[in-house]
């Protein structure tokens, strides 16, 4: 997607945003503040980006790239306005009525009277054609 006289890139993202760039066999990991840090665009340069939490509100956080071409001079910007969302399985998981979002027995399960894990009841008839 860079702009065909491009040489080189450089990245720019906000906080709730990590940032990696893997090129020549090495990955970096890209701060907020690194935007002056320009990476060549060789065949196989990877940008990867994601967000460890939920956002606030609707394209709360951001990335730019910007291109540049020999000796340096800009050429153009792409963005991409990101919207983390959070998703997580609360249940009753020692099902004493008390749906818990942190309990540890989320993560494992035990069948029986005196077992752990939610009772999951899952509805795959179609309602509606």
């Not at 893997?22 to 990955?27: E, I, M, P, T, V």
């Not at 907020?32 to 065949?43: I, N």
């Not at 919207?83 to 008390?98: E, K, M, P």
Request: glycine share 10%; hydrophobic share 35%; net charge negative.
């Amino acid at each position: 997607a860079a702009p065909a006289r491009a040489v080189s890139f450089s990245v720019k993202h906000t906080e709730g945003v990590s940032v990696e760039v893997a090129c020549r066999g090495r990955a970096e990991v890209v701060s907020p503040s690194s935007s002056g840090t320009r990476w060549p665009l060789d065949e196989g340069t990877v940008l990867r980006f994601s967000m460890n939490q939920a956002s606030t509100e609707v394209n709360d956080n951001k990335v730019t790239v910007s291109f540049y071409g020999e000796g340096g001079q800009p050429i153009n910007q792409a963005g991409v306005f990101l919207t983390g969302i959070g998703i997580s399985l609360d249940v009753d998981t020692d099902r004493d009525g008390v749906v818990e979002k942190n309990n540890p027995n989320k993560a494992s399960w035990t069948w029986g009277p005196e077992g752990h894990g939610a009772i999951l009841l899952v509805s795959c008839d179609k309602e509606r054609p």
